[in-house]
């Protein structure tokens, strides 16, 4: 067990602990990242000059890090001083243990955990939730930890993904979404999740069909990206194979609305504006993707709904049980 000089002025602040999943800083630290992703398994010689690659394309590095702090800074700016925001990274530094034990050391005690993924699967989600058990048991910390699992139908968030979607079609300078293919992507997980039920595929429909009637929006369609090499299959329709069928049928303008991801990184600025991009102009479409929501005004006031929110719901659920026990 460790010991910790706790910081009295922080006494009665809430810790809202956001989780991202982490991007290396430089090219050498690409290697270290993936063996961390791939649980110590180091990525093949191949692979590896392949990753070193995308990130060349894209200037060496992603701005993930640093736009998960200007989420953090906006959001605490929102909140105010009852809370205090933290950020911890899945796969890479600053480490969600790191960030446990200085929410620890800040002497904090009830914390929201909120991944910053708007949609809830078992497969993802809960290796963040993990961590967050795992490093409280390390540092044999007793937090008042509450999760928030998923927010992908919270009003205020397609408002923000309305919007941008709105600035999306204005790159084309259209005015209707006539003659305009509209994909909605998010991250690929292995089929394996469909046999438990898994909530996934369901949040990114109800997403999808929460942000289309905010514009009009009557046709859509929703492909998964950035796909594991694992072997095994993995959630389709692909995007890739999804701009060859929009051209065999036809159109020529499509639009892709990233739903699954909150801020530009490596499946961003590589998978939709390089790969995406080259297969569009290959295929003769006419190729644009909605802007990341970042630290936007608009996701930031989402954010800061989504965390009061569900403060307000377990004072709530508190309160309850207590009456219950008289």
């Not at 960030?99 to 955990?113: F, K």
Request: glycine letters at 6%; aromatic letters at 8%; a neutral charge.
């Amino acid at each position: 067990m460790r010991l910790y000089i706790v910081m009295e002025n922080s006494a009665g602040k809430i810790a809202v602990l956001l989780m991202a999943y982490g991007t290396p800083n430089t090219l050498d630290e690409i290697g270290p990242y993936h063996t961390d992703i791939r649980g110590g398994r180091k990525p093949s010689p191949e692979n590896l000059r392949e990753l070193i690659a995308r990130y060349q394309r894209i200037g060496g590095r992603t701005q993930l890090l640093d736009i998960t702090r200007a989420q953090a800074r906006a959001l605490q700016a929102q909140l105010g001083d009852e809370f205090r925001v933290y950020i911890g990274m899945k796969h890479w530094h600053p480490y969600i243990a790191q960030v446990v034990d200085e929410i620890v050391r800040d002497g904090l005690r009830r914390v929201i955990a909120l991944v910053l993924a708007p949609h809830y699967s078992r497969f993802s989600i809960d290796g963040y939730f993990q961590r967050v058990r795992a490093a409280m048991e390390q540092a044999g910390a007793a937090l008042d930890v509450t999760h928030i699992e998923s927010w992908n139908a919270h009003p205020l968030f397609l408002q923000s993904v309305a919007e941008r979607m709105l600035g999306g079609r204005a790159k084309f300078g259209a005015a209707s979404w006539d003659d305009l293919e509209v994909i909605f992507s998010a991250h690929s997980l292995p089929e394996r999740i469909l046999q438990s039920n898994d909530p996934y595929p369901q949040e990114l429909r109800e997403t999808c069909e929460g942000v289309a009637p905010l514009i009009g929006l009557k046709k859509w369609r929703l492909a998964y990206q950035s796909a594991g090499r694992t072997g095994e299959k993995w959630l389709s329709p692909e995007i890739l194979s999804t701009l060859d069928e929009i051209a065999r049928a036809g159109k020529r303008r499509v639009l892709i609305a990233p739903i699954g991801f909150v801020a530009d990184h490596l499946e961003i600025l590589y998978d939709l504006d390089v790969e995406c991009a080259q297969r569009a102009k290959t295929l003769g479409l006419a190729m644009h993707r909605i802007e990341s929501p970042n630290a936007s005004p608009a996701f930031i006031t989402a954010l800061t709904s989504i965390v009061r929110e569900h403060l307000e719901r377990e004072s709530i659920t508190a309160q309850s049980l207590r009456a219950q026990k008289r």
